[in-house]
């Protein structure tokens, strides 16, 4: 036979309780079971573990190096379906993200900072991506969330709303648009551009509707870097109107509301499935659709 937790159990139970009736009483079995477990985990181990004496059993030198043996072993066992459980249940666990820029830097962080605050066990992987990277990434499996623009990109998904945004035009102070409170984006296009990650395709897209070519001077990878190049004059840029706010109090900038519908920019969560998710991950996924 080998050694299994029910027997090392019975064996402790019978030690702290004393007597082998007591033990059987407390684990909820008969006293012959227990009687036929001890002696197959003597036999196991070729050595006498309990003395009887005329108030019950006492253990032996051997029954009391086992006594401390197994207390640690069943801690561990408990410890093991705690660990276990925990996973189960989404508080220990991993979970991979795939997020755009503009997600990240105005909601995400946030929203990141107190899901990990409430649930300190998971470990959180983010890879910043474009958007269309971003649901091919989760519809490929290497990303369980991901959190981009609604647009058009071909994959099965679930999606959920997230955030909204709005874009707005950035210029430097004492640009002839500058004393504007909003400006048409047809009025722009004689203007050099720059050309950041991410904005440029909507930007694109929008002056191909109008029959023009958008004219990019300069391209960018961040909105520090965005905001340096338009308060030199170098080009005017577009950015989300939080960021543009914050930049233009700190730089010598003056953001413009744009007056076009697609200037409006909403957010979504993607997985593959709801169903498929792990309990971390779906966890993550509810602290998202929280309504604010």
Excluded at 29 to 36: H, K, T
Excluded at 64 to 76: E, K, P, Q, T
Excluded at 113 to 138: D, R, W, Y
Aim: proline share 5%; with cysteine.
């Amino acid at each position: 036979m080998k050694i299994d937790p029910v027997s090392l159990q019975l064996f402790v139970s019978i030690v702290e309780e004393g007597t082998i009736s007591a033990a059987a009483e407390r684990e909820h079995i008969v006293p012959s079971a227990v009687s036929r477990r001890l002696a197959e985990l003597e036999a196991t181990l070729q050595t006498s573990l309990l003395r009887r004496t005329n108030r019950g059993v006492e253990p032996t030198p051997a029954g009391l190096a086992l006594l401390s043996l197994a207390r640690g072993v069943l801690h561990d066992l408990d410890e093991i379906k705690v660990q276990m459980s925990s996973y189960s249940q989404g508080l220990r666990g991993q979970i991979r993200i795939f997020a755009s820029m503009s997600a990240i830097t105005l909601y995400l962080a946030q929203d990141l900072a107190a899901f990990v605050q409430a649930h300190p066990h998971v470990q959180i992987h983010l890879e910043q991506h474009l958007s269309n990277a971003v649901t091919k990434g989760v519809a490929e499996n290497n990303a369980d969330v991901g959190i981009s623009i609604s647009s058009p990109h071909g994959f099965e998904l679930d999606s959920f709303p997230y955030r909204s945004y709005s874009l707005v035009l950035l210029v430097p102070r004492g640009h002839p648009l500058a004393g504007r409170q909003s400006v048409r984006f047809r009025e722009t296009l004689d203007l050099p551009y720059i050309d950041f990650t991410g904005v440029n395709v909507r930007l694109v897209s929008a002056a191909n509707e109008l029959g023009r070519t958008l004219n990019l001077r300069l391209h960018v990878a961040s909105y520090e870097a965005l905001c340096a190049m338009v308060e030199v004059g170098l080009g005017i840029g577009v950015l989300p109107a939080s960021l543009a706010s914050y930049y233009a109090c700190t730089r010598d900038l003056v953001a413009i509301v744009l007056d076009e519908p697609w200037a409006r920019c909403d957010l979504n969560v993607w997985v593959r499935s709801t169903d498929a998710l792990t309990p971390a991950a779906q966890l993550f996924l509810d602290s998202l659709r929280v309504p604010r």
